[in-house]
């Protein structure tokens, strides 16, 4: 609701802002406003019974489609604008003087309260024991904006109490800092940032990709320094003697819903016994939820989607009191209110002279001295993964039974472009694969000569590379005066279910006629357990997306699984391998799914249950498994290999429009980034 009235006869702090106070009749009129806004007027209508339903269900969807691709719209934010967007916060001093103004004794700038007397109210430096830091968690930090500024007050109070005579001064204690943000590029940049280079060299500052909604602090792992700089080790639950919240949560959904209430039991975990959670958020008729209530970007009671996909919710004072209060004294794992109260603003434009009325919320929350630290995880133990690797069959199994009926897209893999050095003595055969350019710029030389049999294994086919599969169905139709080299293909799967589809293929059955191909249900994890006729019998291995399902990186079935693909190498034979890697789209939705991680970077996929926790057994049978690789660890995954290449390959899938229809149909998300690793890796000649 813009104003022009609020600039006569007043007296504007920095020519800026003033604050304001709300009448009933404002409020009334805004409450107006918002009832008569297209959103709330199709809310409050007053369907059938079937159609309330339906709509109920079609709401479900679409912010079920919003939660999990809000990390992607995130990340694309901070790709499109980079450090350009949010200006450093230098204002935490003031607005939680008792937990940050003690980081300002020394400077000009302290905070504005006014003791008894009327005097500036002065905050001590914190007495600490010794070799006890002071830690401060930011959740949802962006590119530092809010963090840093505390960093850099620190890092001048040390210098001043340093070169200080005064033999009595309290020194400051050490200031620990760990920044979580759900999107990998703001996480990148902040690394970057000089002022946290310099924090995290001296072990006092991480940065984590981190979704609150979905994962426990315990997943976390952090390292800190006491001052014998010995590193230690420990995770983020019962850390924090401050933990920020500012414009995150309205970012997650509305109140109530369960991700909302998951990243509020979250936070307050964070919290060591004593430690204090700050938060500021957009507060119920701000001026920009009037905005955004008069088109048709609803999803749900006070919660909309902005025009770059991004969410947003206004709350109310008793929203937070539900989250985080205990007011009933039936939950001690709950937190005290020490303050929670409205910020009401006119800001001015001073361009035209226009006036905004912003309306945020404030509050600050205390964990008790005498709660107990439960420091439970949400990461399955190793007997966990150990009991998901033993389902792998199974859950395999139950996956392509249901491919068999459900369509399904396939993932990259185009043998002719993505791997033209191998492939290209059968380019001029395959004019159909000639589509798109290759990926590989390196000067092509035909591996195999027209009177070579070429032993290629598909190692986790699944069913079946299509290139592969084309290439077999097109060799048998060759004429006399077309000549390529011979294939002969073995696929190899861990599901019983997919060979069998398998093999009803028609150009695997074309194959099968000039005895060809040959398919197996191989289990690959398993040590010492190489096809007898297989080994050191392949010039080609084709690793596509197959160690992601295996388990998490250096997991024994994983490093069973690299050493049995290398023994089917002959002297000399390549092994061809695509996969997933850090921070691919797909990792990016799957952190926003309560449940779905394992482990750091190992995820099961299928098993979205947002409204309710998966726990223990149920996780096991739910959905398939995927590892999300760095590039050092696929490089260390093959060491003793020639390495011919190793690179990332990243693609951007952008979807046309950005209205709440286009959204909708687009799942929430206006581009997809997908992040591979892509190597080729040569078994030396001598072994």
């Not at 070579?452 to 290439?471: A, K």
């Not at 394992?598 to 099961?604: E, G, R």
Request: negative net charge.
């Amino acid at each position: 609701m813009t104003t022009t009235d609020k600039t006569d006869n007043t007296t504007w702090k920095g020519d800026v802002w003033i604050d304001d106070n709300w009448t009933a009749e404002d409020k009334a009129k805004a409450l107006e406003l918002l009832a008569s806004s297209p959103s709330s007027v199709q809310a409050n209508k007053q369907p059938q019974h079937h159609e309330q339903q339906q709509q109920q269900q079609r709401q479900v969807v679409v912010f079920n489609e919003f939660r999990r691709n809000a990390s992607t719209n995130w990340n694309s934010f901070y790709e499109q604008n980079q450090t350009n967007f949010f200006k450093d916060r230098h204002y935490l001093h003031k607005a939680f003087p008792h937990e940050f103004a003690w980081l300002y004794a020394h400077s000009s700038d302290n905070n504005d309260e006014l003791d008894e007397s009327g005097n500036p109210r002065l905050y001590s430096i914190p007495t600490r024991k010794k070799d006890d830091d002071f830690t401060i968690v930011e959740i949802g930090c962006g590119v530092g904006n809010a963090i840093l500024p505390l960093l850099e007050q620190h890092t001048e109070l040390v210098h001043k109490h340093a070169s200080s005579d005064d033999d009595d001064a309290v020194p400051p204690p050490r200031l620990n800092i760990h920044c979580l943000d759900f999107a990998p590029t703001a996480i990148n940049l902040l690394k970057q940032d000089p002022r946290f280079r310099a924090a995290a060299e001296e072990w006092r500052a991480t940065a984590h990709v981190f979704d609150l909604s979905s994962m426990h602090p315990s997943t976390i792992s952090t390292s800190s320094s006491s001052t014998n700089n010995h590193k230690q080790t420990t995770t983020l639950a019962n850390s924090a003697d401050v933990a920020i919240l500012l414009f995150c949560l309205s970012a997650i959904g509305p109140h109530p819903s369960a991700a909302l209430s998951r990243a509020a039991r979250h936070a307050m975990d964070m919290l060591k016994p004593g430690g204090t959670l700050v938060i500021r958020d957009y507060g119920r008729l701000d001026e920009a939820q009037m905005k955004l209530s008069r088109g048709e970007k609803s999803l749900g009671s006070n919660f909309y989607r902005k025009g770059d996909g991004t969410g947003c919710y206004y709350f109310e004072l008793q929203d937070l009191k539900d989250l985080f209060v205990n007011d009933d004294g039936d939950d001690s794992t709950k937190l005290e209110l020490l303050e929670l109260d409205y910020i009401q603003r006119v800001y001015r434009n001073r361009g035209d002279d226009s006036t905004r009325r912003r309306v945020w919320i404030q509050g600050r929350f205390r964990k008790p001295i005498d709660a107990a630290e439960e420091n439970k995880s949400h990461v399955m133990s190793v007997g966990c993964i150990d009991d998901y690797a033993s389902t792998a069959l199974k859950r395999w199994d139950n996956y392509y039974s249901t491919l068999a009926t459900v369509k399904s897209s396939a993932l990259p893999s185009n043998l002719f472009q993505i791997f033209p050095n191998e492939f290209s003595p059968w380019q001029s055969s395959m004019k159909q694969q000639k589509k798109g350019k290759p990926q590989n710029a390196q000067p092509l030389e035909p591996s195999y000569t027209a009177s070579d049999t070429v032993t290629i294994v598909d190692l986790g086919c699944g069913l079946g590379n299509t290139s592969l599969l084309n290439l077999i169905q097109t060799l048998q139709q060759q004429t006399g005066d077309e000549v390529s080299p011979k294939v002969n293909a073995h696929f190899l799967d861990i599901s019983g279910e997919a060979i069998q589809q398998l093999c009803n293929d028609e150009r695997y059955q074309s194959g099968i006629v000039s005895d060809s191909v040959a398919s197996h249900a191989y289990d690959v994890r398993h040590p010492l357990k190489t096809p007898t006729h297989l080994e050191q019998s392949a010039d080609i291995v084709l690793l596509l997306f197959t160690m992601s399902a295996i388990g998490p990186y250096k997991c024994d079935d994983m490093s069973n699984a690299v050493t049995n693909a290398i023994k089917m190498l002959k002297p000399g034979g390549v092994i061809l391998f695509r996969d997933y890697g850090r921070y691919d789209d797909d990792q990016l939705q799957l952190n926003s799914v309560s449940g779905a991680q394992i482990c750091n970077n190992f995820y099961l996929r299928g098993g979205d249950c947002d409204g309710e926790e998966v726990k223990g057994a149920n996780r096991l049978e739910l959905g398939t498994g995927c590892y999300f690789f760095e590039l050092d660890e696929v490089r260390e995954m093959f060491a003793g290999l020639e390495v011919l290449q190793l690179e990332f390959t990243t693609r951007t899938y952008k979807k046309t429009g950005k209205s709440a229809k286009d959204l909708n149909k687009n799942g929430g998300a206006a581009e997809r980034r997908r992040v591979w690793i892509q190597g080729r890796f040569r078994k030396p000649l001598v072994c």
